[in-house]
Each structure stands twice: as structure tokens, then as C-alpha cells.
């Protein structure tokens, strides 16, 4: 599927969707590996959008063989922390053009700070994403809070 659509997003909030590739290429994907496109509110580079996914969250990270059933299990604890309403996951600042949040699990007195910067900078000061360096459940219950667009 070389032409479907891409949707993409900048870190200004605007997003947009390419259907079709310009004239000179045949499809969205070749034009892609040579241009990026540009946000038309704030003029920055944009990044394709990929919904949170355990496969996406593979990709994005480079996850080796061996360490994909991880993801797949702290996805499954992510879900739990964004739909437990006890549980918080809130934007507590904006440091250095990082997002910072803070995750609280509803059945534990600790929490634990996330920051973000798109496209490539994640990080929990947890000791899982820390020790293990895989993305923390953490990390993807803030990278689906974000997709949701809370």
C-alpha cells in the first residue's frame, strides 16, 4: 500500500494528511525518503504519525527479538493505568522544549516522570525503563494519553 495515507503531526499540535505523492513521484513512500514534510502553522519538520501500537512502539524503538514480548506485556499494564480512573497521567510542565508528565499507578504510592521530546527523546526515571532499556509501561501510558489527545 505505497499510496494509502499518511498522516502526520508536528509538535505544535497541527496535523495533516498526504493522499496523494506530488506529480514527480509515484508513490507517498518514495517521496517520503527524500523530503519531510513542513508544518504550515509554525514551519518545523513533521513527523509521520503512527497510532499506539505494541508493533509501533517495536518499530520506533528498534526493539530486538528478544525483548518484544516485553513490550507486549508493559502495553497491556499501560492499559491499565490510562483506563483505571484512580490512576494519573498528567502534563505537569514544559521544560526545554520536553513535555514533562507524571504517571501514578493507582495501587502504588510512587510516581514516576516522563519526559518527551518528538520525535526521537523518551525517558521515565523509573527503574524498569532505566535498568531494562525497554520503553516502561510509563512511558507508553503517556504515549497513548498523547495519542488520545488529552
Request: glycine share 2%; net charge positive; charged share 30%.
Given at each position: 500500500?505505497?499510496?494509502?495515507?499518511?498522516?502526520?503531526?508536528?509538535?505544535?499540535?497541527?496535523?495533516?494528511t498526504?493522499?496523494?505523492?506530488?506529480?514527480?513521484?509515484?508513490?507517498?513512500?518514495?517521496?517520503?525518503?527524500?523530503?519531510?514534510?513542513?508544518?504550515?502553522?509554525?514551519?518545523?519538520?513533521?513527523?509521520?504519525?503512527?497510532?499506539?501500537?505494541?508493533?509501533?512502539?517495536?518499530?520506533?524503538?528498534?526493539?530486538?527479538?528478544?525483548?518484544?514480548?516485553?513490550?507486549?506485556?508493559?502495553f497491556?499494564?499501560?492499559?491499565?493505568?490510562?483506563?483505571?480512573?484512580?490512576?494519573?497521567?498528567?502534563?505537569?510542565?514544559t521544560?526545554?522544549?520536553?513535555?514533562?508528565?507524571?504517571?501514578?499507578?493507582?495501587?502504588?504510592?510512587?510516581?514516576?516522570?516522563?519526559?518527551?521530546?518528538?520525535?526521537?527523546?523518551?525517558?521515565c526515571?523509573?527503574?524498569?525503563?532505566?535498568?531494562r532499556?525497554?520503553?516502561?509501561?510509563?512511558?507508553?501510558?503517556?504515549?497513548?494519553?498523547?495519542?488520545?489527545?488529552?
Amino acid at each position: 500500500m505505497a499510496n494509502a495515507p499518511k498522516k502526520f503531526r508536528c509538535a505544535c499540535g497541527t496535523s495533516i494528511t498526504v493522499e496523494t505523492p506530488p506529480k514527480s513521484f509515484s508513490s507517498i513512500d518514495g517521496w517520503l525518503r527524500l523530503y519531510d514534510p513542513m508544518c504550515p502553522a509554525c514551519r518545523r519538520q513533521m513527523v509521520l504519525y503512527l497510532p499506539v501500537t505494541p508493533e509501533a512502539i517495536i518499530e520506533k524503538f528498534k526493539i530486538s527479538l528478544e525483548d518484544r514480548h516485553k513490550v507486549y506485556d508493559r502495553f497491556r499494564q499501560a492499559r491499565f493505568i490510562i483506563d483505571d480512573p484512580r490512576s494519573i497521567v498528567r502534563k505537569v510542565a514544559t521544560v526545554d522544549g520536553s513535555d514533562v508528565y507524571e504517571v501514578r499507578s493507582p495501587d502504588k504510592d510512587k510516581s514516576y516522570v516522563v519526559s518527551v521530546r518528538e520525535p526521537e527523546f523518551y525517558q521515565c526515571n523509573c527503574p524498569d525503563h532505566i535498568y531494562r532499556a525497554v520503553p516502561c509501561k510509563h512511558l507508553i501510558a503517556v504515549m497513548m494519553k498523547r495519542d488520545r489527545g488529552e
